[in-house]
């Protein structure tokens, strides 16, 4: 007789290793966006080079954020089911503002559909009110932040290089950008899988395979560490070409001093956050970044309805995924259980055909030739 309480759970861990892959190729773009827009990197290096740095980040980074996700719900309240609904909500979410073309925060909607499953089980009491504070106070900071610092680095940088000639700028920020790039893929890993570890965390408590810390945090075992870096490095490199154009060319036409500008500022804010175990949306600080180098020239440079419709995206993520999440688990603890199952097989297999054949016919390439000319 199988323990199906543990098939359950390997079920539910994959699951959380696909919304890592899904948060991958959904925030691909971050990384590559620039770089791509700017023709530093054909848009397949661009993957192959951010797919590295997402798993180069296993040896620079604690395990801070994902405590801090992976306590957003009382983990005395944590079931498989919890964790099912928060993940489908999570990529319910993601897969929709991907189609979209809206880069969207997959940090925020893995957060708000745990909350919504957790609330739909519980009730509010069992949120963790200090971590969803943290969460929520830094979907304002952290862009307002890549954006100041993007804005003074493009500043300093043309004051630095006003007597140099446009050729030589070029050439030496198109190398720089490689670093640039090089770094915020560093961050995105280091953050970004911290919160699918969290997740499988919480999980492994919930169903009694882990127990809490004395100091209160939730272990996470080595194997957890390893495959969530893998599972968003494999995301990466499936790529993520409507995003792409919106972040690379849509906001802002950028130059290679410009994209080495927002990189390291964004780069700056995620290592920043992730030091200090908060849960940031890197789509929120390379759009924040993007948006302080292209006001450098003149605020008309920024394209401020693209820009609006993202924050719209950004303050629905949450509550979203939250209800998606909540219905889910109503519908997961009903005798439809087994239906809402297949349904979100289905859903995944979908998504993931969508997703290759996005990768085999990348869409860049025809936008970037009409913002060169």
């Known amino acids: 007789m199988p323990d199906l309480v543990l098939l359950s759970v390997i079920a539910i ?8 892959f899904t948060n991958g190729f959904h925030d691909a773009a971050n990384s590559i966006a620039t770089v791509v827009s700017t023709r530093v990197l054909t848009p397949r290096l661009a993957v192959l080079w951010a797919a590295f740095f997402n798993f180069a980040a296993v040896v620079v980074f604690h395990t801070g954020v994902a405590n801090t996700v992976g306590k957003t719900v009382d983990p005395d309240v944590v079931s498989e089911a919890v964790v099912f609904a928060g993940l489908v909500g999570a ?11 809206l880069p969207t925060s997959s940090s925020h909607a893995l957060i708000g559909g745990f909350a919504g499953a957790g609330v739909a ?4 009491s069992v949120l963790n009110a200090a971590s969803l ?16 610092l993007g804005f003074l680095l493009m500043l300093a940088n043309l004051w630095l290089f006003r007597r140099a000639t446009p050729a030589r700028v070029d050439g030496l920020f198109r190398r720089l950008q490689l670093l640039s790039a090089a770094a915020f893929s560093l961050g995105h890993g280091g953050n970004d ?25 939730l272990p996470v075992p ?3 560490i390893i495959a969530a870096y893998t599972a968003i490095s494999l995301g990466t490199l499936s790529g993520g070409w409507r995003i792409v154009k919106t972040l690379g060319q849509r906001i802002t036409a950028l130059k290679p001093v410009g994209g080495f500008s927002a990189e390291t500022a964004a780069a700056c804010s995620l290592y920043l956050a992730t030091f200090l175990g908060v849960p940031v949306s890197t789509t929120h600080t390379i759009t924040g ?3 302080g180098v292209g006001a450098t020239r003149r605020l008309s440079a920024v394209r401020w309805g693209v820009a609006g419709r993202i924050v719209w995206a950004w303050v629905l993520t949450m509550p979203a995924a939250a209800v998606m999440a909540a219905v889910t688990y109503a519908i997961t603890v009903s005798p439809f259980a087994l239906a809402a199952l297949v349904l979100a097989a289905i859903a995944v297999v979908a998504a993931l055909v969508i997703a290759r054949r996005r990768t085999t016919h990348p869409e860049p ?7 060169e000319r």
């Open 133 to 148: 504070e943290k969460t929520a106070l830094f979907i304002f900071l952290s862009p307002l932040f890549g954006m100041t």
């Open 91 to 101: 990529i319910s979410w993601n897969l929709l503002t991907w189609w979209l073309g």
């Open 121 to 124: 089980k519980a009730g509010f």
């Open 13 to 20: 861990v994959v699951l959380a290793l696909v919304f890592d």
């Open 289 to 291: 970044a993007i948006v």
């Open 193 to 217: 899988a911290q919160k699918t570890m969290g997740i499988i965390s919480a999980l492994l408590v919930g169903a009694g395979y882990l127990e809490v810390q004395p100091n209160g945090d």
């Open 222 to 224: 080595p194997w957890v």
């Open 365 to 371: 390439a025809e936008p970037l030739e009409r913002v």
